[in-house]
């Protein structure tokens, strides 16, 4: 038989950091395979035979972030799998390409940063349409679920809805993993709870559709609550220089935190530093509570630092500039992950 080549993270790595089993497929090898990427998914679920979610990822597409940065690979199918199987009627979604107009660029100033050198001519992919999930009626959660594992918001947060254990895998991490680079994996923590809910306005987003609020909003909306939502969560994300290099290319297309992409505490913090513009009368009233129970008050925002950084420096002091992640650690991948194959 043939064989599908897969990367597990498996439950337990990263020194126990990892809760559940996270399984990534590169796209190319469904491409070659020459199998629909539900039947790869199948395949890897069957081989793997335990509780996982299943996440085929093009390299060669782009995706947007909930707050509003371009990444350069994509979530282009997810599905969540246990005891071999993969639920039919709601275990899979497939997720169809969103073209390039001018109209969506007007419409999505973010998206402005597919017109770089880094994204132009790439094909964008971010959340199901309601087509993508049927039979199934559409919902506010773009998620799959089979026995104990839901697979949501396209891939980056999965959950052991037994156990009632979760981990956050945001799409930077997911890159890492697929290009054998590095991860930093802890807990969540305040600021990227508070974080994860200030979001941009998209069609067809991966966790929101378009009536959800604007760059300067939230969509938690849980005032001084918003920081607990997700702090106890693992999170497997890219580490905090690679995190910023990603979150400057936006910047340098001219991208305006608060107006363009959110006024996440990450997005803020290093606007800051190097002395970006940041839209602080388009943060709404909701927003600053949140913001200010993670210490990220006006007055801070606004104020200057002493010295402000240049970007190769803003890059290497990112550790101690980017907020978030508690008891964080950096892995190499190839030291927590499986490459395995599946037959099909």
Known sequence: MNQ?????????AAEGRIPINLVYIDKKDVDAAGIYMKDACAAVAKDLNAPASIDVID????????DGIMAPCAVVAFASADRGIINPEFGFIGVSEKPYS?????????????????????????????????????MNETQTVTGRIANNNTGSEVMNVVDMTEILTPIFGMHQIMHDGEVLVGMS?????????MIVREHNGRIFGWGSVPAGGTAHASGIYAKTVKSDCAIMAATKSVHAQFVLRAINCGMVVARDISS???NLA??????SPIDVDNISKDAWIELESVGFDRKWVESKPEKLLTQEELVAQADDILPGIEGGKKFKVS??????????
């Open 264 to 266: 996440s505490p990450v």
């Open 189 to 197: 923590g305040p600021e990227v709870s508070v974080g994860i809910g």
């Open 102 to 138: 001018t109209q969506i660029v007007k419409e999505e100033p973010h998206l402005r940063q597919w017109n770089t050198e880094y994204y132009h001519g790439r094909r964008l992919y971010r959340g199901p349409y309601g087509s993508d999930m049927l039979p199934r009626w559409t």
């Open 335 to 344: 030291d927590i992950v499986e490459v395995r194959y599946a037959a099909y």
């Open 59 to 66: 390299l060669d597409a782009v995706t947007v972030t909930s």
């Open 4 to 12: 599908l080549k897969y990367k597990v993270v498996p439950q337990g």
């Open 270 to 275: 290093i606007a800051r530093a190097i002395g």
